[in-house]
């Protein structure tokens, strides 16, 4: 496959503000307050998105760049988020390679399951570049229209979890065919994810190209495996992906996710090199920290359920995790995603908290 080199068009980094705190941050540099962004933060929680939603179905809001542009704008406008990460969906890239995707009301999404190597066959690397120029273009238009200090956030799904989804054919409470295949069909599997692991490098590449300036990589489904696995098949793919994306763009920051991870989080951090770990809801910051290398970012972790109940507790809560990471450097976000019913004046009490030194 060819990777546009980024060569031949001006490097949209070459100016990146100083004033940007998320992103001196994901460089290592300690902040007070800390920065913060909410995974989710452009959601059905907002009024203003559920009326776009009205209009078009999920997989046109993410493929269309004024809509995409207009929904990643929308918690920026209302709460000056330090960062804005693209709307979009990890399942973007499986629909690029060629496989069917349909996000259904009430069920989620739903994809022809590839779980033979015909099946494999039918996906095709070549066409991933062009059928994502869509999401090029919203970033491309999101670096020029967002406020100065803002920091433009792509991201893509781990080859881990993208694959899940990939084999089940949508959603599963514990991706028994996809474990299934990864020990009946080994060689299938591997390829799978070797598949997965050169088009996510290269969509991450062309995002960053179109104006991102850090990247998040989401393993939402890390914690279902056991230790080897683990480190075959989410910390291998997480840290060929670092580092091709160290050898092209060396100055762009890289976030991990391993969601679940539990006590696999700290080796994750360690062998993937990537610039920040993402914490979920159960890690508890201040233990975590003296176990990961103190120049890895760390980021979260408050319950979205108590963002969703607000209140005094929300304010206490959000309190205890950004004192007990001061000194450290940290970007304020949650543990999982902003809840569909959360109030939006809950975020504003949030951000409020987190700002309020």
């Known amino acids: 496959m060819t990777v546009q080199n980024s060569s031949r068009q001006p490097d949209p980094h070459t100016r990146r503000p100083a004033s940007k705190p998320l992103l001196r941050t994901l460089n290592g540099e300690a902040q007070w307050p800390p920065p913060l962004w909410l995974m989710r933060q452009a959601g059905r929680y907002l009024p203003e998105f559920r009326e776009m939603r009205a209009r078009a179905d999920f997989l046109t809001r993410c493929l269309t760049p004024d809509m995409a542009v207009e929904l990643t704008l929308q918690p920026i406008r209302r709460y000056g988020m330090d960062g804005a ?18 996000f259904i009301e009430g069920r989620g999404p739903v994809l022809e399951p590839v779980r033979s190597e015909a099946d494999l066959e039918r996906l095709d690397e070549s066409r991933v570049m062009e059928a994502v120029a869509p999401v090029r ?55 799978l994810i070797n598949m997965l692991t050169r088009s996510t490098i ?91 290398p103190d120049t ?47 109030p939006p004046e809950n975020v504003a009490l949030l951000v409020e908290t987190v700002r309020d030194v």
């Open 296 to 342: 890895v970012t760390l980021q979260g972790n408050l319950d979205p359920m108590v963002l969703f109940n607000g209140g005094p507790e929300l304010v206490r809560e959000a309190r205890r995790i950004r004192d007990s990471l001061r000194g450290r450097a940290h970007v304020f976000n949650l543990g999982h995603g902003v809840m569909q019913h959360t």
């Open 137 to 191: 273009e919203a970033l491309r238009r999101l670096r020029s229209e967002l406020p100065e200090a803002t920091t433009l956030l792509g991201f893509a799904g781990s080859p881990f979890t993208v694959s899940c989804y990939m084999v089940e054919g949508g959603g599963s409470r514990d991706f028994a065919q996809t474990r299934r295949m990864m020990l009946q069909a080994p060689e299938l599997y591997d390829r």
């Open 85 to 102: 990460i693209l709307f979009s969906d990890i399942l973007i890239l499986p629909w690029a390679l060629g496989q069917s995707l349909e």
């Open 202 to 292: 290269e969509m991450l590449r062309g995002q960053i190209e179109a104006g991102a300036e850090a990247v998040m990589l989401f393993d939402s489904w890390s914690g279902i495996l056991p230790p080897e696995a683990f480190r075959r098949y989410v910390i291998a793919p997480t840290h060929q992906i670092r580092e091709a994306l160290k050898h092209s763009h060396p100055h762009i920051p890289v976030i991990g996710f391993p969601r679940l991870s539990g006590v696999m989080a700290p080796e994750y951090a360690s062998r993937t090199k990537v610039n920040a770990l993402a914490l979920d809801t159960v890690s508890d910051p201040a233990t975590m920290a003296p176990m990961v």
